[in-house]
């Protein structure tokens, strides 16, 4: 059964930083493009950042370029998020999905809190 493990989230003042890591099991992970996403009470899910299955390309969401960053490191089976600068309209559950062109898979969800 395919795993994706989140972790990093938790309450953080705005302008401050979090690290979200996002681990896979059980998949063959160089083969997937890896992706964040975002669902904030009362919202639709959103793509916040996606990269390529080499890590080559990476596609951000408007409302986050400049501050977050996403990266991979496929030997050990992570993608990471790492967001700066954050404020409080980023507050929300925060999910790792990989997708091929046959399979969608996605985490149990972190929760950020961006609050002072």
């Known amino acids: 059964q395919v795993q994706l493990v989140e972790s990093g989230g938790g309450l953080v003042q705005p302008g401050g930083s979090l690290r979200l890591s996002c681990v896979a099991s059980?998949?063959?992970?160089?083969?997937?493009?890896m992706g964040w996403y975002r669902q904030a009470p009362g919202k639709q899910r959103e793509l916040v950042a996606d990269?390529?299955?080499?890590?080559?390309?990476?596609n951000y969401a408007d409302s986050v370029k400049g501050r977050f960053t996403i990266s991979r490191d496929n030997p050990k089976n992570t993608v990471y998020l790492q967001m700066n600068s954050l404020k409080p309209e980023d507050t929300a559950v925060y999910y790792c999905s990989a997708k091929s062109t046959m399979f969608d898979f996605w985490g149990q969800g972190t929760q950020v809190t961006v609050s002072s």
């Open positions: 059980r998949i063959g992970f160089s083969r997937y493009r």
């Open positions: 990269i390529t299955s080499g890590g080559g390309n990476t």
